[in-house]
RNA sequence: GGCCCCAUCGUCUAGCCUGGUCUAGGACGCCAGGUUUUCAUCCUGGUAACACCGGUUCAAAUCCGGUUGGGGUCACCA
């Protein structure tokens, strides 16, 4: 595996390190990370540094690296001199706007687009270094995943190197280091392709052994082409910050041009590891369906034991200004002090509706925050008997006043207003309940509410819908 | 434009290599129904595809050729 540190860690580089991961671990094979940041301009450490954490977030991990390409210069350097002294590489002479003409007299000539230089003999010690390109014929290498693939050689020109003796480009430095690390399969993205035969011409100047490829095929966005920042969010950092679970998102990617024999889709890291293969990896590009990952992670948040779910969503709690870590406690929004147990409950409540972790604080904010509502809210169906809605909140509050706090939990508590719910009509009596504890159309039950809550909120929370003036005045 | 890759429901895919069991299976989404005070979960059902043309064959989603369409790539980036 051998990200470019260039960017951060895109979604298409996460997939192409799965499949590594998984091919290797799989083969019970050395896993090598490899940064590839001969390109001093663009390269950053701050993208290495997102590189390695995406990766071990999602599980990835490797045998041997980061070997940066950096830190290997004279290696390649003494490559490159060897095939310029042998004469199979040599300085071009031309300046990037001869070179630009030629290409454009190429495009107009519908020829391909390549450089043959004129002055391969050059003694000149300076310039860019090229392959001398002298094969004919096809180059032919068999891709796993796709087959046979050839190209004519002749169409590849005399193609780059490196800038100088100490500036390797991609594949010069690739194919080096290919070697020089022993790696025996390469498994990249579609887009290098085009690649491969000119590292091929490479590895047979340098004297190095063929490879084996297999060329993944590309992640694409809604339009089809490659997903690219248009696409929103590309970089794993996005979706983890979202709250995508790794598990989720992995398993996701892995579904994106693989799939396994039979009709399962949900897979552990380590059972993908037993299943993958490269045989049964797709050719064609898959576009990036944020819905079947939203469901995926979704069935992974409701598989979450209860702890972990909670420690997952506290950040978030935290970051909405919800609640304030006090020692072992929490302080609400509202200046109630809960424990961890209150945590839980309201991850339980909220565990079957959750799509991404960030949902929360939008969901649960009536649970740490005095709920914000119109007095319509609390009309059943629209009909705004406000009379009948105050004559049941009323009752309800008795119920509730009766009950102990010891006793207030979902089952004790229906077990005394179901009765009263259900002479009244369930929905008479539960919605407005429902609606003034949690201000929201949609959330859970008013049991499950009531006894989160406990009896005092709860009380208070019906106070206060009695303070509405359609509510208040509605007494006669 | 040259070269290369690809082509099954809207999307991810099974099947294709080793033609018949495919009136093409699964999943997401969507729609309908059930459970339910609301939402979600859960359960049931439905929706929807072999790009096109020709060839081989008793028989083609599966093999071959072509067409069309889509994509990738052509840097002193990787």
């Known amino acids: 595996m051998a990200p470019s540190p260039t960017g951060f860690l895109h979604i298409g580089t996460a997939r192409t390190a799965l499949f590594n991961f998984l091919f290797t671990r799989h083969e019970s094979g050395v896993f090598v990370l490899r940064i590839e940041d001969t390109d001093l301009e663009r390269s950053e450490k701050r993208f290495e540094d997102d590189i390695i954490n995406g990766l071990h977030w999602l599980g990835i991990t490797w045998d041997e690296g980061p070997i940066r390409q950096s ?8 490559h490159l001199r060897q095939l310029l002294d042998s004469g199979k590489a040599f300085h071009c002479t031309h300046d990037p706007a001869s070179l630009e003409a030629e290409k454009k007299e190429q495009m107009t000539s519908k020829s391909p687009l390549r450089h043959i230089c004129t002055d391969r003999d050059t003694k000149r010690k300076e310039g860019i270094i090229r392959l001398r390109n002298d094969a004919t014929g096809d180059i032919m290498f068999n891709d796993i995943i796709r087959g046979n693939i050839m190209v004519k050689a002749e169409e590849l020109g005399d193609f780059s190197l490196a800038k100088n003796p100490k500036t390797p480009l991609f594949n010069f430095a690739n194919v080096v280091d290919d070697y020089d690390m022993q790696i025996s399969h390469v498994i990249r993205g579609e887009d290098h392709i085009p690649n491969t035969p000119r590292q091929i011409l490479i590895q047979k100047a340098l004297g190095f052994p063929d490879l084996a490829y297999a060329h993944l095929p590309l992640i694409l966005g809604q339009d089809r082409s490659k997903m690219s920042k248009r696409d929103g969010a590309t970089s794993i950092g996005e979706y983890r910050a979202l ?3 790794p598990e989720a998102l992995a398993n996701f990617i892995a579904l994106m041009g693989w799939h396994a024999t039979g009709d399962r889709e949900i897979f552990s890291l380590n059972e993908l590891v037993q299943e993958f293969s490269l045989e049964r990896v797709q050719k064609s590009g898959a576009v990036f369906d944020i819905e079947k990952l939203n469901w995926l992670n979704a069935e992974y948040i409701r598989k ?3 702890p972990d779910l909670t420690m997952h969503l506290v950040p978030y709690l935290i970051d909405a200004g ?8 929490y302080r609400t929004k509202d200046g109630r002090t809960v424990d961890q147990e209150y945590l839980n409950r309201i991850s339980a409540l909220e565990a079957p509706r959750l799509k991404r972790l960030s949902d929360i604080a939008e969901r649960v904010a009536f649970f740490f925050d005095t709920p914000q509502y119109e007095a319509d809210l609390l009309s059943w169906k629209g ?5 009948t809605i105050r004559q049941n909140i009323d009752e309800v509050e008795k119920i509730v006043r009766n009950i102990e706090s010891s006793n207030f939990s979902p089952e004790d508590l229906k077990e005394v207003i179901m009765p009263f719910a259900e002479a009244k009509g369930r929905g008479e009596v539960l919605w407005p309940l429902r609606a003034l504890l949690s201000g929201k159309e949609a959330s859970p039950d008013p049991f499950d509410l009531m006894a989160t809550l406990g009896k005092d909120e709860t009380l208070a929370r019906i106070q206060r819908a009695k303070s509405i003036p359609q509510i208040q005045n509605a007494i006669l």
């Open 243 to 245: 709250g995508y679970l």
């Open 71 to 78: 830190e290997r210069l004279d290696i390649y350097e003494t």
């Open 304 to 306: 979450l034991p209860l």
């Open 383 to 387: 009909k705004q008997d406000f009379q």
């Open 322 to 329: 919800l609640i304030t870590v006090e020692g072992d406690r």
